[in-house]
């Protein structure tokens, strides 16, 4: 398979395996309705930070991604700010990618590749995801996702007609952009991959000549290509004409299928008897339509209807120059979760991908729920600038209070590392946070249960036949106390006989043999809690 080179690219591969667990904190005074929308999280703060921060809550749990990254079109004004430990990547920081800027191409993959990776960890294994991409970087994006997602889970290269009318500006008018497809496993999600509802437009197709009395139908081809021996009898019509398949095609279904749908009255042969046979498919069968890659403005949605949809929210065409429209982004919901799915966008913008939840919710009475990330997209020029809080969170909180959405959200910020460095200075995680890390750690999955983290007794869960215990308080001074001493390990092997019980704990005050003999194994903090499973 073909591989892109480029500069960084043995550097950064990798790079998400390094990146910290990062606390998420929640800001309550910017939660909205929160208990009416139980699972829907606003996340202000770095995405790469943010998706790693979710593994241990989410990992495998992603029926749907979207994403609408940097177009990298040269006039974004994006800044490549990953802290990679690299000479070469370190002086990009900080700095502007503009379009005379030789390595743009580079830092553009350099920046998604990490945030590509943990997405694929996050989606479950009937997901996929969705990246909206111009002709900047579409071929880079293709070759990338064919080495971190597979080439043979690639499904399709959607073209949406993003305006209504040619862009005179260029040589040739500029009316589409792409969004690219691919699954976690292509042959489970073409398995359960959702058709499209019927639109009053399609449904005007259905009709009923015949005065059929199983209802409207429509026709379709009763040939298909090829040779095939026994799918290439003759057809004799009501009104005695013959027909033979067409040259390099066949019938559809062999002949005894197809003396059975003519008993049934499920083939057409025209007004008056005399033409090539045709199949009906009826109304009141159709389970939907399967989608397919030509998406136009009629249909989704364009460019100036996601600019009207920000105009009627803010009231100002200003409020977010490149959003996307709501019907695109719920055609693409749609197609990719069922009814109570989570669907995350880690580039969320002015918020489309959670109002297009909320929206389908309503329509359809589902529970689905959406996780957006977005920075501030704060700068020296503009210290107070935060996108996330009042763009991104504004829009959906006013969505919300326009359309009548029985929905909320809570509102979350990247907060501390969860790493060695930050534990040592005092820089702490509360009990919950930090369990269900180190539960991940441990097991490599998510907590099944997290009522039964219980702070007291120190038990975060079991896994197989292991039971994990985490010997820790958000309080420094009595960390520093803390150990796995006898009185912990008599209740830890008490409670769980003849289990192993993995304990994560500052210190040890116990034999080795002690260990051994109670099959306990004792992990360190912080220094060997980051040696488990290579994290």
């Excluded at 009416?36 to 999280?41: R, S, T």
């Excluded at 111009?134 to 064919?146: K, P, T």
């Excluded at 909320?358 to 359809?364: A, F, G, H, I």
């Amino acid at each position: 398979m073909p591989t892109l080179q480029f500069k960084g690219k043995n550097i950064i591969w990798n790079h998400h395996l390094a990146i910290p667990y990062h606390t998420l904190d929640d800001v309550q005074k910017l939660d909205f309705r929160a208990d009416q929308g139980e699972g829907n999280l606003i996340i202000e703060g770095d995405n790469l930070l943010a998706l790693k921060a979710l593994l241990p809550q989410y990992a495998g749990k992603i029926k749907c991604v979207y994403i609408d990254p940097p177009y990298n079109t040269g006039n974004e004004g994006w800044v490549y700010n990953d802290n990679v430990n690299s000479p070469l990547l370190k002086d990009w920081l900080g700095k502007e990618v503009g379009k005379d800027d030789l390595t743009r191409h580079d830092k553009w993959l350099c920046m998604i590749i990490p945030r590509l990776k943990l997405l694929r960890d996050l989606l479950s294994d009937d997901g996929a995801i969705f990246i909206s991409i111009d002709d900047n970087e579409q071929h880079s994006l293709r070759l990338i996702m064919d080495e971190v997602f597979g080439h043979e889970n690639f499904i399709a290269n959607v073209l949406w007609q993003k305006r209504t009318s040619p862009d005179s500006r260029k040589l040739l008018g500029d009316a589409h952009e792409f969004i690219v497809c691919y699954a976690k496993n292509s042959e489970i999600f073409a398995y359960l991959m959702n058709k499209l509802a019927l639109n009053e437009e399609h449904k005007n197709n259905f009709k009923n000549p015949d005065n059929d009395p199983k209802g409207p139908w429509v026709s379709t081809d009763f040939t298909a290509q090829g040779y095939r021996p026994n799918q290439m009898y003759t057809i004799k019509t009501p009104s005695g004409k013959t027909f033979k398949p067409p040259e390099g095609r066949c019938w559809v279904q062999i002949e005894t299928v197809y003396q059975r749908l003519v008993a049934e009255g499920r083939m057409w042969f025209g007004n008056d008897g005399n033409g090539i046979p045709r199949r009906k498919t009826y109304l009141n069968e159709c389970s939907g339509s399967v989608p397919w890659t030509w998406w136009s403005n009629k249909e989704v949605g364009h460019n100036q209807e996601a600019k009207k949809e920000i105009i009627d929210i803010f009231e100002s065409a200003t409020a977010f120059e490149t959003p996307k429209p709501t019907r695109l982004i719920k055609r693409i919901i749609e197609i990719a979760s069922s009814e109570d799915s989570i669907i995350l966008d880690s580039f969320a913008g002015s918020g489309t991908t959670m109002h297009a939840v909320m929206d389908l919710n309503k329509e359809d009475g589902g529970n689905r729920k959406c996780i957006m990330i977005q920075m501030t997209e704060a700068t020296k020029a503009d210290p107070k600038k935060n996108i996330c809080k009042d763009i991104t969170r504004e829009r959906v909180k006013r969505a919300i209070e326009k359309n009548g959405y029985q929905s909320g959200f809570k509102y979350l910020k990247v907060g501390i590392p969860i790493d060695a460095e930050s534990l040592l200075s005092g820089n702490l995680p509360t009990y919950r946070q930090f369990a269900k890390y180190v539960y991940y750690l441990c097991t490599g999955e998510i907590i099944a249960d997290e009522k039964k983290i219980d702070e007291k007794t120190y038990f975060v869960g079991t896994f197989k036949k292991n039971a994990v215990y985490l010997v820790y308080t958000q309080d420094f001074d009595q960390l520093t106390r803390l150990a796995l001493n006898l009185d912990i390990a008599e209740k830890v092997t008490k409670k769980h006989k003849g289990q192993k019980c993995i304990v994560y704990a500052p210190a040890c005050f116990l034999e080795e043999e002690y260990l051994n003999e109670n099959n306990i194994e004792f992990v360190g903090i912080p220094y060997n809690l980051f040696n488990k499973n290579g994290q």
